[in-house]
């Protein structure tokens, strides 16, 4: 994260999670160089089932190369004409892209202070980009963090109403094998997210 992040104490526990959701981001955004391999076969789970979601990745990771997850990443996401899957939050609410919902994320990203990047060319309805803004909150990327009210709100509007269901189809997908234990990691964290929150609430 940015230098915001540094001028503010973060428990370790939003750490953990900002992590968990900056992990998912930075796989979801493009297929994964040999550096973010190296980093995730390093990865260990412990015995929950997010732990084991972990263990699996960081197994298939050891196996893999960036020039097969390339090709896997397109046909998941990409596609000639389109891919496998649509991870937008505009397509899973609606059926259709650049709809309401994508409008509403404007207007909550205008907000709270939040820009798309410049080199960014996809809608900002991307789960790569909603994990992204998730991570940022916490850490307090956008000036400081937000609370945690603020952060379920977010979540509750634009990340917990579809995002499950896309790792579920991301878990279940053909072209999925690298990214199938993503799937399973990214379904796990929005359950335990949405579990605190509720808790918290």
């Not at 979801?28 to 040999?34: D, E, Y």
């Not at 550096?35 to 990745?57: F, W, Y």
């Not at 579809?162 to 279940?172: K, Q, S, Y």
Request: with cysteine; net charge negative; charged share 25%.
């Amino acid at each position: 994260m940015g230098d915001h992040a540094d001028h503010f104490e973060i428990v370790e526990e939003d750490r953990l999670r900002a992590s968990w959701y900056a992990l998912l981001s930075h796989l979801l955004s493009a297929p994964p160089q040999q550096v973010t391999l190296n980093m995730v076969a390093g990865l260990s789970g412990d015995e929950t089932d997010l732990g084991r979601a972990i263990k699996s990745l960081s197994d298939v990771a050891v196996r893999s190369r960036p020039e097969g997850l390339t090709e896997e990443y397109f046909n998941l996401f990409i596609g000639i004409g389109q891919g496998e899957l649509l991870p937008f939050g505009s397509y899973y609410l609606t059926g259709f892209l650049n709809e309401k919902p994508l409008a509403r994320l404007r207007d909550d990203m205008g907000r709270l202070g939040i820009a798309r990047a410049d080199d960014v060319v996809e809608p900002e309805d991307h789960i790569s980009s909603l994990c992204e803004i998730m991570a940022g909150l916490i850490t307090g990327e956008f000036g400081e963090p937000a609370s945690l009210a603020t952060q379920q709100e977010f979540f509750d509007a634009h990340v917990g109403c579809w995002a499950p269901r896309f790792f579920e189809d991301l878990e279940a997908a053909k072209n999925a094998a690298f990214y199938m234990p993503v799937g399973t990691i990214g379904r796990h964290f929005m359950a335990v997210e949405s579990q605190a929150f509720e808790m918290a609430a």
